[in-house]
């Protein structure tokens, strides 16, 4: 069973990894005296495995080591998903014709993945060729296989190998395959007095990342105990970001990424049901940064810790450096046991500068978008299942509640939508041209639900700045859409500079002149309610 086992695990890294064999078209060299090995190893593969692999050559050295060179694996609708230099096969005694035939080793040089990518007609993403890869009726009944062809007779592996091994990603639409090369893996299970297998796993590309993986795998109980995990990255350096596939140089260039992740896991893995696992996680990133569009996300340092037993998840240490302030979770917790898996949350953000949010900084003497020192707290409680919904605006749902409140200090909000929108709709904004202080502010007071954000009382909005005064109630949803009732008009300092006007306005400012705010967060429409008559 443990044979079974373990032969299975390797079959699927071989999947994995795009060579795990195939059915297995001989070009050439029928005809001498070492055939039957190479037929041996044709009718191993072709009893598991649905592509197509073809081959240039293959040599037996007379002992223990099989080559196939030019190897190319190829799916049932023509797409080449795999090409190696060669696969170096090494048994674990030297093969007998009509013997045992065990495999211990495999070696894979100069191959390459290719991942060419589908699009479903309701979006779904996949790639051509990867489905199927294994005979899964074979694998699940092995007792009607003859027995030179089950697993349990004919692997015994104990080192797989990827030198120079290469990754082709094609979007399928004509555009040229990002590819990276010199990848390397290396990986060694050594047998143990208890049954277990001690596994020493290496996976790496020089300059940008590295991956090792210590433990003990226990086939009977599908655990991966003793884990011991460490994965690096960096993409800070200008060397760094050299090595990648030049697509991607672009695209980090785009969006202006770097940083600098260190990462550990240490406990005992439960293949079989992950959340069931015992384990401690440690991550650290730092000089991080991306750029999207107008914005920009600097983070000085994240720092994150968590345990997770008993299908407890807690995470003790959640904390992000970020524009000149810090934001900490200082509650984090799911119970992975419940149905829906319920997910608690609670966290502070002090002396956030928004303004550096902004990707490209205003010239000398002229001022930015916007600005202002921010805090925040809050909390929320969502079930994991529902979070995905939450994110794409789709989530309609009770199970999601919380409540937070956001503080804005040396602020300008003038250029934002929504206020810039209602400011624009007061026809002031020209009386005030120049103004340069940065004194804005605002308080905010919010709840969550299942629709998005709500501003429950007329005072849960209140918004300050220099050319007026704003204050409401009403919504802002996940799917962008909004609903504001707003309360307000020219802060008293303007009212001279519109003359008679402001006087007018002044009269009926304070609760008299509502400005309804409707639309998306992208193109807010704003109508004025004289005198509060409508809505």
């Avoid at 996949?126 to 692997?155: H, M, R, W, Y």
């Amino acid at each position: 069973m443990k044979k079974l086992a373990i032969a299975l695990v390797i079959l699927i890294v071989l999947g994995v990894i795009g060579v795990g064999g195939g059915y297995l078209v001989i070009k050439s060299g029928f005809g001498g005296a070492d055939d039957w090995v190479v037929r041996r190893v044709v009718r191993i593969a072709e009893t598991y495995i649905e592509p197509k692999i073809e081959f240039d050559d293959f040599a037996w050295d007379g002992s223990r080591t099989i080559t196939l060179d030019g190897v190319t694996l190829t799916s049932q609708d023509g797409t080449e998903v795999v090409t190696a230099g060669s696969m170096v096969i090494v048994t674990e005694r030297v093969p007998v014709n009509g013997g045992a035939f065990i495999i211990e080793a495999i070696t894979l040089k100069d191959s390459t993945l290719r991942l060419v990518q589908t699009t479903d007609p309701d979006g779904t993403i996949g790639f051509k060729g990867l489905v199927p890869f294994v005979k899964k009726a074979n694998i699940e009944n092995q007792e009607k296989l003859d027995k030179d062809v089950k697993l349990s007779e004919t692997f015994q592996i104990r080192s797989i190998k990827l030198e120079n091994g290469g990754l082709e990603y094609d979007l399928g639409d004509g555009s040229q395959p990002m590819i990276l090369t010199e990848i390397t893996l290396d990986v060694n299970l050594t047998p143990e007095d208890n049954g277990a297998y001690a596994i020493d796993v290496d996976l790496s590309r020089d300059k940008i990342f590295d991956m090792v993986i210590r433990g003990e795998l226990n086939l009977d109980t599908l655990a991966l105990n003793k884990t011991h995990l460490t994965f690096n990255a960096d993409l800070s350096s200008d060397e760094a970001k050299s090595a990648v596939p030049p697509q991607i140089q672009k695209l980090l260039r785009e969006y202006e990424v770097r940083g600098q992740l260190v990462s550990t896991i240490s406990g005992d893995l439960l293949l079989s049901d992950p959340a069931a696992s015992t384990m401690n996680v440690d991550v650290r990133l730092t000089d991080g940064h991306l750029a999207i569009g107008e914005y920009g996300f600097p983070l000085a340092g994240l720092r994150l810790k968590a345990n997770l037993a008993g299908k407890q998840l807690d995470v003790p240490a959640f904390d992000v450096s970020a524009v000149g302030g810090l934001f900490s979770f200082t509650t984090f917790t799911a119970d992975l046991s419940a149905e829906g898996m319920p997910f608690n949350a609670a966290w502070t953000g002090s002396d956030l500068d928004i303004q550096q949010f902004l990707r490209y900084q205003p010239e000398e003497g002229k001022k930015p978008k916007f600005a202002g020192i921010l805090a925040t707290k809050g909390n929320v409680r969502i079930e994991l299942a529902d979070l995905a919904a939450a994110m794409e605006g789709t989530l309609d749902s009770e199970r999601l509640t919380g409540s937070g409140t956001l503080t804005l200090r040396k602020g300008r909000l003038v250029s934002i939508p929504i206020i810039s929108d209602v400011v624009d709709a007061m026809d002031i904004v020209a009386a005030v041209t120049g103004t340069q202080t940065m004194k804005d502010k605002a308080d905010i007071e919010f709840n969550i639900d299942g629709k998005g954000l709500e501003f429950p009382n007329k005072k849960s909005l209140d918004i300050s700045t220099q050319v007026a005064s704003l204050y409401g109630t009403g919504r802002i949803n996940f799917d962008q859409t909004l609903r504001l009732s707003l309360n307000g008009g020219p802060m008293e300092k303007i009212h001279g500079q519109l003359g008679g006007v402001g006087d007018i306005i002044g009269m009926v400012t304070d609760g008299f002149v509502k400005y309804v705010v409707k639309g998306t967060m992208s193109d807010p429409k704003v109508s004025i309610k004289p005198l509060g008559i409508g809505g």
